[in-house]
């Protein structure tokens, strides 16, 4: 761009502004303050070359495109126009002009519009007279500086740059691509060269009915295959549309508790710190059971120790006898023979039981009683040891079933305590449902998908096969001589033109990837972190990470996918032979501190080769902007709305 | 801006892929049309003429062949 005229547009009464492109960086910078017309700017030049504000706001709607103080000061009718010159590749200009002429209604109040004009005058040094464009034929030669369609990697916003890339646009993206590359022009010759092709086979069909009955057969195959193409191309837009919601619904949904779910965990949890309470509850009275069954042995068990004590303390004296009985002793001596060991009685043991005889016999009864409560004692004492070990058991149960309601207590607090703080719960459960509603139709559509072209496969070889038959009939009748060559001349510019454009379009990815990565590479800040750069054949861009070799995207920094995004439009400027400048808006307004720094000189570098017009706000000119920018040779320019608010000024920064 | 209109590319890969000098002129030829002129009704006459053009040629040459 050379120059931009801007008379009565919006805040820009009358702009004349020469960008100078003579110096050691073709950088132009723009600083404003918000609503002195910064963004206008960049619509009037939108404007100019598409008829079109992409970038007003909603305030701006509301209001005429003409200047407020040219509609109160001056007189009707008005004109509003921009004009930019640029330098065409031979040294000449082109200039896009469009004016708009607007008159007072007096009925109603309104502008009305007079008369609008676009047109494009190139001006070449070698002829004499310059040549006017008009109508279709200057809209048409926007293309050759921008296409429309693409207008977006040369004037973007720097703000909104996390959705350059994402996935849903990548097919916009390799369909431009493709149309800057006229792969599309070699579609049409395709499309146009077996419409010819049937022509001369519908000729043929005329006189034999063998050749139109494959014919049709053709025929039939090219429907079912526009058919399918169709569904594939609805059910791949809608995947897009799928893939944009759900990433939408997932940043929204980033961090917030899925309200529905967490009920239902609370639930669940609810409902298991019930039972456990019912559980705790049967064993607190099992232990009551325990002790009241056990209560009056435990309460004799010192008594029961202390007569264990007394009765091993007088057997120890030999107060008292063996606790054997005197039948089982007379037994013994009767039989000869010990009754609990079966061995015959020798003299010593006859000896030793007439003692233990005697001892019996001459005894207290009370010394007896003794003896015979002594295993009843014993039994007595084993049963308190068997209430110990139930009662361990008991107290342990008891204490997990404590612990287990105690954390479900607080899982439930906590989880509760997530909820309340989303007040929204409403809304987010509507969220959460709308995920599971996109996730089902992607899902659904991703089998749809390998449907249509797995039939879209099958067509194509069906369609081979028949061209085939269709070729060997012709080429049986004499009559059809004529036909039949031009027939097979048309059959072979096909089969030439279809590898031209699969060659083409090869070598256009290639070559993106190559050139996105030799740029981004070049400029890259910190190049430890990412390996390369990958364009896949549906023209989805990623980062692939060094080492772990990780595809990633949206994980980047902000500065990372702004130095991608101008990689990738200088790659794109340079294998689509499109050498038109860079416009960004807020260039620098997601970044911050050493990112800024670094991205600006990034622009700085890249300015060398490429105009680079940059439109920042106030803040965004920050330290960092200047180190980099006062210390080159470049324009800079402050954007100020004058005391009334309706016209603005460029000047510059000294 | 660039002044040309179709891009050299697409000749280069046409005369690399056809071995057949006719039917890369014939190409050449519409493609460059093509890139000047709108989608449209004008396509058939324009490739029945240029056909009857090369055809002409091509014979000849598929008979000295």
Redesign the interface.
């Known amino acids: 761009m050379d120059n931009i005229k801007i008379k009565n547009y919006r805040q820009l009464k009358d702009i004349d502004f020469d960008f100078n492109n003579d110096m050691e960086r073709n950088l132009h910078l723009f600083i404003a303050e918000n609503g002195a017309g910064k963004s206008n700017f960049m619509n009037a030049i939108n404007w100019c070359l598409y008829n079109d504000e992409p970038l007003l706001d909603k305030d701006s709607e509301e209001l005429p495109i003409l200047n407020l103080e040219t509609i109160e000061n001056e007189s009707s009718p008005y004109e509003v126009s921009v004009e930019i010159d640029?330098?065409?590749?031979?040294g000449g200009t082109?200039r896009f002009s469009r004016c708009e002429k607007y008159k007072n209604n007096s009925e109603s109040g309104d502008l009305d519009l007079l008369e609008k004009d676009f047109k494009v005058m190139i001006i070449n040094e070698k002829e004499m007279n310059p040549k006017f464009l008009k109508g279709?034929e200057a809209e048409k030669y926007v293309n050759?500086?921008v296409p429309k369609r693409i207008r977006e990697f040369f004037f973007f916003d720097g703000e909104r740059l996390r959705e350059y890339f994402v996935e849903s646009k990548s097919r916009k993206l390799s369909k431009n691509t493709f149309e800057i590359?006229?792969i599309d022009?070699?579609e049409?010759?395709e499309s146009?060269?077996k419409?010819?092709g049937k022509?001369l086979s519908k000729e043929a069909g005329k006189e034999y009915p063998d050749i139109e009955k494959i014919r049709s057969k053709i025929d039939d195959n090219d429907i079912k295959t526009d058919e399918t193409t169709n569904n594939l191309e609805a059910c791949q837009k809608q995947l897009e549309i799928s893939k944009k919601k759900i990433n939408e619904l997932n940043s929204y949904l980033d961090n917030v508790p899925n309200i529905d779910k967490e009920r239902e965990k609370i639930n669940e949890w609810q409902d298991e710190k019930e039972n456990k309470e019912v559980q705790l509850n049967e064993k607190m009275i099992d232990k009551k059971d325990l002790l009241f069954n056990y209560n009056q042995i435990i309460n004799s068990f010192s008594a029961f120790k202390n007569a264990l004590k007394v009765i091993k303390n007088k057997r120890n004296n030999n107060e008292i006898p063996q606790n054997i009985s005197l039948d089982l002793l007379n037994d013994s001596l009767s039989d000869n023979e010990c009754q609990l060991c079966k061995q015959p009685l020798d003299e010593d043991a006859k000896n030793q039981i007439e003692f233990e005889k005697s001892r019996k016999q001459v005894s207290s009864e009370s010394a007896n009683i003794l003896t015979s409560i002594e295993p009843m004692i014993k039994t007595m004492i084993n049963n308190i040891n068997d209430f110990n070990k139930e009662n361990r058991k008991i107290n342990r149960d008891i204490k997990n079933l404590e612990e287990d309601i105690d954390r479900l207590k607080d899982k439930i607090k906590k989880k509760d305590k997530l909820i309340r703080g989303f007040d929204n719960e409403e809304e987010i459960t509507y969220k959460f449902d709308e995920l599971d509603r996109h996730k089902a139709i992607q899902e659904q559509n991703i089998g749809k998908e390998a449907v249509f072209m797995n039939k879209l496969e099958e067509l194509k070889e069906k369609e081979e096969i028949l061209n085939e038959k269709l070729k060997n009939a012709m080429e049986k009748k004499d009559n059809l001589k004529e036909i039949n060559?031009?027939h097979n001349?048309?059959g072979?510019?096909k089969k030439?033109?279809l590898?031209?454009k699969e060659?083409?379009m090869k070598?256009v990815k290639n070559e993106m990837e190559l050139e996105t990565n030799n740029k981004f590479f070049d400029f890259i800040w910190k190049d430890h972190t990412f390996d390369k750069i990958e364009i896949d054949d549906s023209y989805n861009l990623k980062f692939i990470h060094k080492g772990s070799g990780r595809k990633f995207f949206q994980s980047a920094s902000s500065g990372e996918k702004l130095l991608l995004t101008i990689a990738f439009t200088l790659a794109l400027h340079s294998v689509s032979?499109?050498?038109?400048p860079i416009l960004i808006d807020n260039p620098v307004m997601r970044l911050a501190g050493d990112n800024r720094e670094n991205i600006m000189r990034v622009l700085s570098e890249v300015s060398k080769d490429k105009q680079i017009i940059l439109m920042l706000i106030t803040n965004e000119y920050s330290d960092e902007v200047k180190k980099v920018v006062n210390s080159i040779e470049c324009q800079q320019y402050k954007i100020k709305l004058d005391d009334e608010e309706k016209a603005s000024n460029f000047t510059e920064v000294v | 801006m660039s002044d040309s209109r179709l891009n050299p590319r697409i000749f280069q890969v046409l005369k690399e892929k056809c071995d057949d000098e006719i039917v890369t002129e014939f190409l050449n030829d519409i493609l460059i049309t093509e890139t000047d002129n709108d989608k449209g009704w004008w396509f058939r006459e324009y490739y029945n003429d240029k056909l009857d053009e090369y055809i002409k040629k091509w014979s000849d040459n598929s008979e000295d062949g």
């Open positions: 640029v330098k065409n590749k031979s082109v279709d050759k500086f590359s006229q022009v070699i049409d010759v146009h060269l419409k010819i022509d060559k031009k001349f048309i072979e510019a030439i033109i590898e031209v060659t083409i070598k032979g499109f050498h038109a």
